[in-house]
C-alpha cells in the first residue's frame, strides 16, 4: 500500500516529468580563466580611481537529456570598486571574488540543477548563490563581500550557460525564450504589482523583446571623473598610443552623440562646473545627449535637485540634453529607502547599481524611481527578468556598460538590441583598454570601434550569442580551475 507521504512524491514526480523538455540541459564541466586587463586611462569609480582589472572567462559543458552536448562562453570584468565599496584593499577584494568565481564553478556543476539557462539561472540564484556567498563569507572571516558581488561573478556563468544552450540547439539565444524552450512562464518567476493589472500568466521573456532588433544602436561615452576635458587639464602623464585623449577629439573620432558624465556626489560646485564643461564641449560638437551619473554617493535628494534647478535656470540647453540621471543614491536600496519622487519629477531617474533583480527594481517603483538600467554584468537571467517586470509597469530601459572589453560586451549590446532602450547602449572599453579586445575586433571591428556615433553588431552571427570564439581564436592562460 503507497502512504500518503509517497504517494504525494510520485505525483509531484509525475507532474514534473510532464513539464521537462528534450531541450532541457545540465551543466557536466566548467572552466575558469582570469585575464588582468590594464586600463591607458584611469576610471573613476565614486571614492576609487582604478588602474587595472581582472575579467572572470568562463567555459562551461552542457547536455541535453538525449545525450547531446556542447559548450559555451561567458565574461564579465570583476570590477571591485564598482561592485564591493569598502576600506578593505582592492587587490584583497578581488582575490575574494576570485577565490568565490571557483568556488561558484564547483557549486553550478555540482547542483544538478535542470531545464532551460533561464531556469537554471533563477534556481541557482535564489539556491545556491546566496548559500555559497555566505559560506565564503563566514570562510573569510573579514569585510563581508556584497550580494552584488556575487551576482557579478555568478553572471560570467550564467551567462554561459545560455550561450552553450543556444549553440546545442543551433539557435540564435534569443530565439530561445518563448513556450518552446521554457517549461515555466514568467508567473514562475516575477509577481505583479498589487492594483497595477499586470498578469505574468501565459507570458515569457520573448513577448516583451524587441522582434526585429536593431544592429547599429547609439552609443554613449563615458566621461569619467578624471577624464581631460580640454588641454588645460593635461599632465603630461597621458598614454601616446595613437587614441584620443581630450573630450573634443573623442567626440570627432567616433562621432559620439551620447555622452554620459561621471559626478562626485559630495562636491556640488564640482559637479556642477563639470556638466557644464562637459555640455558645452559636447554642444559645440554636436552632442545631442548628456546623462549624469553620481555613482551612489549623494544620500539627499536636495543634492541633485538643486543641481538640476541651477542648470534648468541658467543653463536650459544643457538641462534639456540631459535625458536622465543614474544612481545618485546608496547600493543597498532597503537600506536606504529615500523618498526620490522629487528627483524624477525632474528628470527621469535610472535605478543601476540598486537594480539587482526585478524585486529591487518594484522597491525602486515604489520609492519613486523611473526607470532601469540593465547590465549583463548582474547575470543574463536577471537582467531578463528585470526587463519583462519593468516593462509589464510601464518603466523605460536603458543598457549600461561595466567597461566590457573583449567576449563580455557582446551579450552587453545584444541586450540593449533586444530591451528597446531609451537611447542605444552605453560601451566604454575601447576608452580606458582598446588593446585587450584586439583579437576579439578582427572579428567584429565595428563593435570595438565606435564610428558615426553607433556600434554595429552586424558581424554577430550563429547559435548562441554569435561570438565566432573560434574565428576570434583567442590564446588563454591556463585555466585557474577545471570542474
Given at each position: 500500500m503507497i502512504d500518503s507521504q509517497n504517494s504525494s512524491a510520485i505525483l509531484d514526480f509525475i507532474i514534473l516529468s510532464r513539464r521537462m523538455k528534450p531541450t532541457d540541459i545540465r551543466l557536466t564541466s566548467c572552466e575558469v580563466y582570469f585575464l588582468p586587463v590594464s586600463m591607458r586611462v584611469p576610471l573613476k569609480f565614486g571614492p576609487e580611481t582604478v588602474t587595472n582589472t581582472v575579467c572572470l572567462r568562463v567555459k562551461v559543458g552542457v547536455e541535453d537529456r538525449s545525450g547531446r552536448k556542447a559548450e559555451g562562453w561567458g565574461e564579465t570584468p570583476l570590477s571591485v570598486s564598482w561592485v564591493w565599496p569598502s576600506t578593505l584593499s582592492v587587490s584583497a577584494r578581488a582575490r575574494r571574488m576570485e577565490e568565490f568565481s571557483i568556488r561558484l564553478a564547483r557549486a553550478l556543476v555540482g547542483s544538478g540543477l535542470c531545464g532551460h539557462p533561464l531556469e537554471i539561472g533563477a534556481d541557482f540564484i535564489h539556491g545556491p548563490l546566496a548559500q555559497e556567498l555566505r559560506a565564503a563569507n563566514e570562510a573569510a572571516g573579514g569585510p563581508e563581500m556584497p550580494y552584488?558581488?556575487?551576482?557579478?561573478?555568478?553572471?560570467?556563468?550564467?551567462?554561459?550557460?545560455?550561450d552553450a544552450y543556444g549553440r546545442l540547439h543551433g539557435l540564435d539565444v534569443y530565439a530561445t525564450y518563448g513556450p518552446q524552450h521554457l517549461t515555466r512562464d514568467l508567473s514562475a518567476f516575477l509577481e505583479a504589482e498589487p492594483g497595477s493589472g499586470v498578469d505574468f500568466r501565459g507570458r515569457y521573456p520573448q513577448d516583451f523583446l524587441v522582434q526585429q532588433p536593431p544592429t547599429r544602436l547609439p552609443v554613449w561615452h563615458l566621461v569619467g571623473g578624471v577624464d581631460a576635458l580640454e588641454a588645460?587639464?593635461?599632465?603630461?602623464?597621458?598614454?601616446q598610443d595613437g587614441h584620443p585623449v581630450l573630450l573634443a577629439d573623442w567626440i570627432r573620432q567616433d562621432g559620439l552623440k551620447c555622452l554620459k558624465i561621471k559626478l562626485r556626489g559630495n562636491d556640488a560646485a564640482w559637479d556642477y562646473e563639470r556638466v557644464l564643461r562637459v555640455g558645452r564641449i559636447g554642444l559645440e560638437n554636436g552632442v545631442r545627449w548628456l546623462s549624469t551619473d553620481f555613482n551612489c554617493t549623494v544620500t539627499d535628494p536636495a543634492y541633485v535637485n538643486e543641481i538640476n534647478d541651477r542648470l534648468l535656470a541658467e543653463q536650459p540647453e544643457i538641462y534639456a540634453r540631459t535625458l536622465y540621471v543614474e544612481q545618485p543614491f546608496p547600493h543597498d536600496l532597503e537600506a536606504n529607502q529615500i523618498d526620490v519622487r522629487s528627483v524624477s519629477a525632474r528628470k527621469p531617474l535610472f535605478l543601476d547599481e540598486s537594480a539587482h533583480d526585478w524585486q529591487f527594481v518594484r522597491l525602486g517603483r515604489r520609492l519613486g524611481w523611473s526607470g532601469v538600467a540593465l547590465k549583463t554584468c548582474k547575470t543574463q537571467t536577471g537582467a531578463l527578468l528585470s526587463l519583462c517586470w519593468a516593462k509589464a509597469h510601464g518603466m523605460p530601459l536603458m543598457v549600461q556598460d561595466l567597461t566590457n572589453p573583449m567576449l563580455a560586451i557582446i551579450p552587453h549590446v545584444r541586450l540593449a538590441a533586444h530591451a528597446g532602450t531609451i537611447q542605444g547602449v552605453e560601451c566604454?572599453?575601447?576608452?580606458?583598454?582598446?588593446?585587450?579586445?584586439?583579437?576579439?575586433?578582427r572579428v567584429h571591428p565595428g563593435l570595438y570601434r565606435r564610428r558615426g556615433g553607433v556600434v554595429n553588431l552586424g558581424t554577430l552571427q550563429g547559435a548562441g550569442f554569435g561570438y565566432r570564439v573560434e574565428e576570434i581564436g583567442r590564446a588563454l592562460p591556463p585555466a585557474a580551475a577545471t570542474v
Open positions: 552584488l558581488g556575487s551576482l557579478v561573478a555568478f553572471s560570467a556563468f550564467d551567462i554561459a550557460t545560455h588645460q587639464d593635461l599632465t603630461g602623464a597621458e598614454p566604454n572599453a575601447m576608452q580606458f583598454y582598446p588593446a585587450a579586445s584586439a583579437a576579439e575586433e
